[in-house]
């Protein structure tokens, strides 16, 4: 029998309309309709995927007056456009008529619950309409003899991405390898082969080594290439030594994992996206100046940071490194390194903070330290002005907007205890940190307006184990927002203080 309560499908009155002027910042709160902001409804939206598919033909080796098809060429999509519509209000001049800036929408979706709460209420999903420019106003009917109709103002728009966010299921992976420590993950390359294949598929991550016994057990890669369905592992240091590990990224063909004054390298199959055996390259490190963090720019350009402040790059990665900066512009410990374009930007022990703006050919002091004496465990770099960081000890989170000539402290629940991690941004709108309390228990907060809300909340990050620390997060490595923006894995230390834990978060797709 038909159910009158059924309520599968969307239909508009799930939805609500956000709108963020001056777009995705830390700085720029997110206003509701007709409460913060006018009465608005989104219309007309348009997301190419592609300019256009064009055949390409040969002529036919057998018939005259005849044509092969032998390949497509493929022209790039067009801008994502749309309209705004937006009611006037009594009481001030409606901001639609004046000049007005870039800004973000964003339309809620969900069943039953209080969608004017912008983190909380949605139960669906979340999309992000970003880097709206008005390109033409039509300002309708103003007046007429014989209507009342309410004044309408249709905003034509020219958008950066249209993409959606949803909630983050999580599970373990690779529970049977995983028996120490697991300390830090990266998602590969997607197959360029493979048409479904949005970068989300290929997760390499480091297991600590063991002290125990003689000479200890040596550290370990695991990795899946199906999206963590399998798992299998693989010997980083190939002489069976014990060896710290400290961070593991991908440059171009090949996997590298950092290690003491080294680092491990293997080939990836391109086609497979299994590493082969591990190499060790030790040439152009100095001793006591060990390695700790790496930062790919590209296959010719590695950036390492580590002790004493100094500062490696790699333009053959086969080949090892040169010093780029012998501790010049600071000589703390680094521990952590990030870079957009031209900006690279390693953080430390006792604050400090320091950056290029040329591509590594000097490093200096950013003009504000943002955390005092506090030890900077995490950073992440949006663009040659805007960085977060976070801190260990007393967890702080901060960002600056002007490259660190001044820095804000961005509160969030549970700051001034434990530690700050790791801190990701998948786009220029959804971030992640992890924070460690004293417990100690790991959490994972998140933001999909810039970091101007970070949340843990259920309708966003659901299933989140107990565990004790998260050490690294991973976004996939894919310039599609929407896949990038719904995937994420986390590394960390399990709940019994031993084993290591992994963690895969997807969003559902139907």
Not at 125 to 154: C, N, P, Q
Not at 221 to 235: E, H, P
Not at 306 to 311: D, E, F, Q, S
Not at 419 to 441: K, L, N, Q
């Amino acid at each position: 029998m038909p159910d009158i309560r059924a309520d599968e499908i969307l239909t508009q009155k799930h939805k609500r309309a956000y709108i963020q002027y001056g777009g995705a910042r830390p700085n720029n709160p997110v206003a509701y309709q007709g409460q913060d902001a006018q009465y608005m409804s989104i219309d007309g939206v348009s997301v190419p995927e592609l300019g256009g598919i064009d055949p390409i033909w040969v002529p036919d080796p057998r018939r005259v007056g005849k044509y092969k098809l032998v390949g497509r060429r493929y022209s790039p999509a067009d801008l994502v456009t749309a309209t705004l519509n937006i009611r006037e209000k009594h009481g001030s001049i409606p901001r639609q008529l004046l000049s007005g800036c870039t800004f973000n929408l964003y339309e809620t979706s969900g069943i039953c619950g209080n969608l004017m709460d912008f983190v909380g209420g949605w139960s669906d999903y979340v999309m992000l309409y970003t880097g709206a420019v008005v390109t033409e106003k039509d300002l309708g009917t103003r007046t007429a003899f014989d209507s009342d109709e309410e004044i309408v103002d249709g905003l034509s728009l020219v958008l950066s991405s249209a993409y959606p966010v949803g909630s983050l299921a999580f599970g373990e992976g690779a529970s049977a390898q995983v028996d120490r420590e697991a300390i830090d993950i990266v998602f590969g390359a997607p197959n360029g082969c493979d048409d479904c294949d949005n970068g989300d598929k290929r997760l390499y991550a480091i297991i600590a080594t063991s002290g125990a016994g003689s000479p200890g057990l040596p550290p370990e890669l695991v990795y899946s290439v199906d999206g963590g369905l399998t798992w299998a592992q693989a010997n980083v240091n190939t002489a069976g030594a014990a060896e710290a590990l400290y961070a593991v990224d991908v440059v171009g063909n090949y996997l590298v994992v950092i290690g003491a004054d080294a680092y491990h390298i293997a080939e990836i199959n391109a086609s497979t996206g299994v590493p082969g055996t591990f190499s060790k390259i030790t040439a152009g490190f100095v001793a006591s100046k060990s390695p700790r963090d790496i930062y790919v720019a590209g296959p010719r350009e590695v950036y390492f940071v580590g002790l004493g402040g100094y500062v490696y790059k790699s333009v053959d990665i086969t080949a090892g490194v040169t010093v780029l900066n012998a501790g010049s512009a600071t000589t703390a410990n680094l521990n952590r390194v990030k870079g957009r374009g031209d900006t690279i930007v390693a953080v430390g022990a006792s604050g400090t903070v320091i950056r290029s703006v040329n591509r590594g050919v000097t490093f200096a002091a950013t003009t504000a330290a943002p955390a005092g004496t506090l030890n900077i465990n995490a950073v992440e770099v949006l663009d040659k002005d805007r960085y977060w960081v976070g801190t260990d000890f007393a967890a702080h989170l901060y960002y600056t907007l002007n490259g660190g000539e001044s820095w804000i402290e961005q509160s969030f629940e549970g700051q001034n205890t434990g530690v700050i991690e790791d801190i990701v941004f998948a786009t220029d709108e959804v971030g992640y940190f992890v924070h460690t309390t004293s417990t100690p228990t790991a959490r994972l907060f998140t933001t999909w307006d810039g970091g101007a809300d970070w949340t843990r909340r259920a309708n966003r990050i659901i299933n989140w184990p107990t565990f004790n620390r998260a050490n690294r997060i991973a976004v996939p490595a894919t310039e599609d927002p929407g896949y990038a923006a719904n995937a994420i894995a986390v590394a960390g230390l399990a709940g019994n203080g031993v084993d290591g834990i992994v963690l895969m978060g997807y969003a559902a797709r139907q």
